[in-house]
């Protein structure tokens, strides 16, 4: 843990039935960040300032968590994720191993914001998936393994696996081989 902080300065509880937020070893938590209680991390997490990890959601090791990103609870994240400056996970989101997401990319759970009362499902990101600054991925949809979501895309469907995701709406164009292949640290 750095900033001569031990894991439990940085971690709220808001409500005093949950239990506490377990963090792995070697944690770097900045000033700021705030994780809820009844949240699991494993080793080697970082995050920027003023992070957000809500409750009810498992994160593995090795994950960055940017600066202002939120994670708004109940999701899962895989090992090896970066997650950059001001990325948004809404509850319910599921995102696999080697993941990575530019600045400011959104993902969303509410098909209706406002309007009426609807189940909330957030996107799937599958292993290896790379999304570009800025993008927008939208409720229930599935981001497949190995594919490319272009900076300031709509993602309003399916992406099949090793697919590029361009545009907006996005539209599915072949991943370019120099795309292709896993994320590397």
């Given at each position: 843990?750095s900033?001569?902080?031990?894991?439990?300065a940085?971690?709220?509880?808001?409500d005093a039935?949950?239990?506490?937020?377990a963090?792995g070893?070697?944690?770097?938590?900045r000033?700021g960040?705030?994780i809820?209680g009844?949240?699991v991390?494993g080793?080697?997490?970082?995050t920027g300032?003023?992070a957000?990890?809500?409750?009810g959601?498992t994160?593995?090791?090795?994950v960055?968590?940017?600066?202002?990103a939120?994670?708004?609870?109940?999701?899962t994240?895989?090992?090896d994720?970066?997650?950059?400056?001001?990325?948004?996970?809404?509850?319910?989101t599921?995102?696999?191993?080697r993941v990575?997401l530019?600045?400011?990319?959104?993902?969303?759970?509410d098909p209706?914001?406002?309007?009426?009362?609807?189940?909330?499902?957030?996107?799937?990101l599958?292993?290896?998936v790379?999304?570009g600054a800025n993008?927008?991925?939208?409720?229930?949809v599935t981001?497949?393994?190995?594919a490319?979501?272009?900076?300031?895309a709509?993602?309003?469907?399916d992406v099949p696996?090793?697919?590029?995701?361009?545009g907006v709406?996005a539209?599915?164009?072949?991943?370019p081989p120099?795309l292709d292949?896993?994320?590397?640290?």
């Open positions: 843990m900033e001569g902080r031990s894991p439990t940085a971690v709220r509880s808001d039935t949950r239990r506490d937020a963090v070893e070697n944690a770097t938590i000033s960040t705030v809820y009844n949240v991390i080793d080697d997490f970082v300032h003023h957000l990890v809500r409750g959601t994160i593995g090791d090795r960055l968590v940017g600066t202002h939120v994670v708004d609870g109940d999701c994240v895989g090992d994720v970066s997650m950059q400056t001001g990325v948004y996970l809404p509850a319910n599921t995102v696999g191993d990575f530019g600045p400011n990319a959104t993902l969303t759970n209706h914001p406002l309007r009426r009362s609807a189940d909330l499902v957030g996107p799937t599958e292993a290896d790379s999304v993008a927008t991925i939208l409720p229930g981001v497949g393994e190995g490319f979501v272009a900076a300031g709509v993602v309003t469907e696996p090793r697919t590029l995701a361009v709406p539209r599915h164009e072949e991943l120099a292949g896993e994320n590397v640290r």
